[in-house]
């Protein structure tokens, strides 16, 4: 790679193409998300081989620093092509990048010790959770602290609003906060304890609400065996009181059908069993020095304290198993312990680099031109979180490919077999991880407040000195270099580029259909469908990568044009069979994660996938099962459940609505719906002619797609077409795209395909930003005033940016003013909108545009 040259989108997409296989998916995320670019679209790195070896000459620096360093061409062969050692998202973009100002820490918790039960807490916590996702943290806190619904309080208000609306609270202000593309991620918790549980459980059951955060209800092993047994529970606040404020008898079993069944219907909320995650927990040990856990991350794989963050890293396991899918298939067990003693020790190495990361971060906002007053809170923020982080030095080294691993080992996941060797091979890594933290501690230093003596009764660190008492005796003598070191973690895009199984979860298919689009008159064409508008389509057959790798191995033909009945019978030989996210055994699950969970000190991230029919007992039986098995917590997701939970809320009444020439934002919908009526709003860039499709629900702006016009490849649209409707299509690998349908001249249905592939990549952050906003109910004045803000150097963007506002401006009703504008002749605050143009109501004067 040379030094600055840049790349366009397409030339990083077709050469990461050709780096992945021709997998289309592969590429396109890793080009999206993880090459190295700036914030004006300039892309650095054409392959992840480029990226590669920006990470390794990183890793390479920091080990220079210490005995026995590794090269940076040891690092790069762990990395290439995603084999051995697989870096999460935040180290892998943020490792070696100077263009972005960011942390590498995948998870952060927050939360005050002591009285956070105040207003100034709360909106101290909600600006030190958008100071963080803003640097593209993942945030959780929990909510036991905060005063209970009707307690007294010395305001204002005389008595509390309960937990319930901070939720909303927290959740819009992920929303509001971008990051590369995605919006922010929130845990939000709250223990069984609190008497405002019940509502916190009920709060996502109603449409539109809480949508911008996970929540889990953290479980103790009183309140479950109470459960369990029929009995009462008592609720109080504050929760660990022994003279609280408020006392509330609860019925357990009701409440822990509750859970059951809106865990059933809607996926949440999410159970966190918070005795076993106390009890385990090693930096619990040092709970008076700052380490009392409080709250997980976003997706619950690693439990924290206060203002402690950690990196993620996971180990591709499949990389490991010779001779896969054969007779002679083995697991290269004495490979996996090298590659798991340098996966820690990089980790560790990574926690060198969140420091100078942190310190970029202060130096950055310290030289911002606000007022100290406006940075102070984000300043401490990251102090605090220094200092929590140099203390325990705390690392995330996990697996991916688990499914696929005992594929190519010929056993079946769920089987009781499958689950013993997983164990066999988690335990190994647990020891391996924990005998490199201990010779770091030896080269390096072990981490500032390790004390033996606090450690000596925890059940995790017992495991450790029964199954190799050698490393113990280390241990005492030298240390540990981290305060804790292993997590299992989802794994989502990563294992697209390692084109395996998902962390530990199991294949999701390992064959599916999926349609291309053809011209029905060309040559070796199979028409195998025609849609509504008379389009055509093939069908073809898309395979898991590994699923591909059996067959390959075991003679079937790769290139054949298989039937439906022939595919089921290829999987019925393969070892994927009754071992999909769907047709797993889920009680054997749960054990399996229970199991493995012995040697995992923070927790493990896995969801249990239910197909739609199955009923609330089913659901009541895995909480049960992963509590009583050990497990930190648990998540379900029935098929299609999502979709139907949620309870409608009455809508506006459209009709008074348009008679008082009013266009009202409709209620928030969980789901998108399948069609919205599109308005069609033209507009130049430039020299150049663009096209804005905005999407209408009840009338009211709900979604905004832009893109070249009449170009070849761009958007070819008649001058005539001013409205028709957006179409969202799902196909079978669960991609989405949205479809412009309009009617021609003739009656005939014209479909154009693809709105959200039509973006220059330079504006498709820019328009999902405010396709965000506009779903979540933000007036249009202040989304246009929000575009205006948006910080563009690159004239072409600032003149899409004017179009984009014109195209809103005429949503906006009439007389709205525009409040923190000034007339450019007057000077005064006397702004109104009419007919999508300015107008002064103190001197008259108007301006469009």
């Not at 190519?408 to 490199?436: C, I, P, W």
């Not at 009526?677 to 663009?690: H, I, L, S, Y």
Request: with cysteine.
């Amino acid at each position: 790679m040379e030094k600055n040259k840049t790349y366009t989108f397409d030339e990083a997409f077709r050469a990461s193409m050709e780096y992945f296989g021709g997998d289309e998916l592969a590429a396109r995320v890793w080009a999206n998300k993880y090459a190295l670019k700036d914030s004006y679209g300039n892309i650095f790195e054409q392959t992840p081989t480029d990226m590669h070896w920006r990470i390794a000459r990183e890793v390479a620096r920091i080990e220079n620093h210490y005995p026995n360093p590794l090269t940076e061409q040891q690092v790069f062969e762990l990395l290439d092509h995603f084999r051995y050692i697989v870096p999460a998202g935040s180290p892998m973009t943020g490792i070696g990048n100077d263009h972005q100002v960011a942390s590498l820490s995948n998870c952060f918790v927050i939360g005050l010790d002591g009285d956070a039960d105040s207003y100034g807490a709360v909106m101290l916590m909600d600006e030190e959770q958008v100071q963080l996702m803003k640097r593209r943290g993942g945030v959780g806190h929990d909510l036991s602290q905060l005063r209970p619904k009707g307690t007294p309080v010395n305001n204002s208000a005389l008595t509390s609003t309960g937990v319930v609306p901070f939720m909303e609270r927290f959740s819009n202000s992920t929303r509001e906060v971008a990051q590369d593309g995605r919006r922010g991620a929130l845990m939000l918790s709250i223990s069984v304890k609190h008497p405002d549980s019940e509502a916190f459980i009920d709060a996502k059951m109603q449409e539109g609400k809480i949508t911008g955060a996970n929540v889990s209800v953290k479980l103790d092993d009183e309140f479950m065996q109470c459960a369990i047994d029929g009995k009462e529970y008592t609720q109080k606040f504050p929760i660990d009181s022994d003279a609280p404020i408020v006392t509330k008898k609860a019925d357990a079993k009701k409440l822990w059908e509750k859970i059951v069944h809106n865990a059933w219907k809607s996926a949440e909320p999410g159970v966190l069993f918070w005795d076993t995650i106390l009890r385990e927990s090693i930096p619990d040990c040092y709970a008076d020095l700052g380490f009392r856990t409080v709250s997980t991350n976003p997706c619950g794989e690693i439990p924290l304290c206060p203002y402690d963050s950690c990196r993620l890293l996971s180990v591709n396991l499949y990389s490991y198993v010779v001779n896969p899918f054969t007779p002679e298939a083995y697991f290269d067990f004495d490979l996996f312990k090298k590659h798991v003693a340098l996966a820690q020790r990089i980790m560790d190495d990574i926690v060198d680099m969140e420091m100078e990361k942190i310190d970029k971060i202060i130096e950055k906002v310290k030289s911002d031109p606000q007022a100290d007053v406006v940075k102070e809170t984000e300043l401490h923020l990251w102090q605090k979180i220094k200092r929590k982080s140099a203390m325990g030095r705390r690392t995330g080294v996990g697996i991916t490919a688990e499914g696929d691993m005992l594929a190519a080992m010929n056993l079946r996941y769920g089987t009781q077999e499958a689950t013993d060797f997983s164990v066999e091979v988690h335990k190994t890594l647990a020891l391996a991880a924990y005998r490199s933290s201990v010779v770091m501690a030896k080269e390096r230093g072990a981490f500032e407040v390790y004390d033996s003596e606090r450690e000596k009764n925890n059940p995790f660190i017992n495991r450790i000195r029964e199954a190799e008492p050698e490393l113990y005796a280390d241990m005492l003598k030298y240390g540990r270099r981290n305060i804790a070191c292993l997590t299992i973690a989802p794994t989502g895009t990563t294992s697209l580029m390692t084109q395996t199984t998902s962390g530990i979860e199991p294949v999701f298919m390992p064959v599916y259909k999926r349609r291309r689009k053809v011209n029905p008159t060309d040559t070796d064409v199979h028409v195998d469908f025609v849609d509504e508008s008379g389009d055509s389509f093939e069908e073809f057959i898309v395979f898991h990568h590994k699923f591909l790798t059996w067959m390959k191995i075991n003679g079937y033909d790769t290139e054949k044009r298989y039937t439906q009945e022939e595919l089921d019978q290829l999987v019925e030989k393969s070892p994927y069979y009754k071992a999909t996210a769907n047709d797993v055994d889920w009680l054997m699950k749960v054990r399996m994660q229970g199991a493995i969970q012995k040697w995992v000190d923070h927790s493990i991230s896995v969801t249990i996938n239910l197909p739609n029919n199955v009923d609330e007992q089913l659901v009541n039986r895995l909480y049960v099962e992963a509590w009583r098995s050990g497990c930190k917590g648990c998540t379900v997701y029935r098929d299609g459940s999502r979709s139907g939970v949620m309870i409608a809320v009455e809508k506006k009444d459209k009709k008074k609505a348009e008679e008082k020439h009013i266009c009202e934002p409709p209620t928030v919908t969980e789901v998108r719906p399948k069609e919205l009526e599109c308005d069609v709003v033209r507009f130049q860039n430039n020299k150049e002619k663009w096209v804005a499709f905005v999407g209408l629900l009840d009338g009211y702006p709900y979604e905004i797609f832009t893109g070249l016009q009449d170009d070849e490849e761009g958007i070819s649209l008649p001058k005539s077409v001013n409205k028709g409707k957006i179409i969202k299509k799902i196909d079978e690998n669960g991609k989405k795209r949205y479809d412009f349908q309009f009617e021609n001249k003739r009656g005939y249905k014209t479909t154009v395909e693809g709105l959200s592939e039509k973006f220059n990549p330079e504006y498709w952050n820019y328009a999902k930003l405010i396709s965000g906003v506009l779903r979540y109910r933000m007036p249009i004045a202040n989304v246009i005033k929000l575009v205006g803000q948006l910080q563009m150097d690159s004239q072409s963007i600032n003149t899409w940016k004017i179009g984009v506002e014109r195209a809103l401006k005429k949503y906006i009703v009439d007389g709205t003013e525009a409040k923190g504008q000034k007339c450019p002749v007057c000077g005064q605050e006397t702004l109104v909108y009419q007919e999508g143009c300015l107008i002064c109501k103190n001197c008259g004067s108007s301006r469009c545009g």
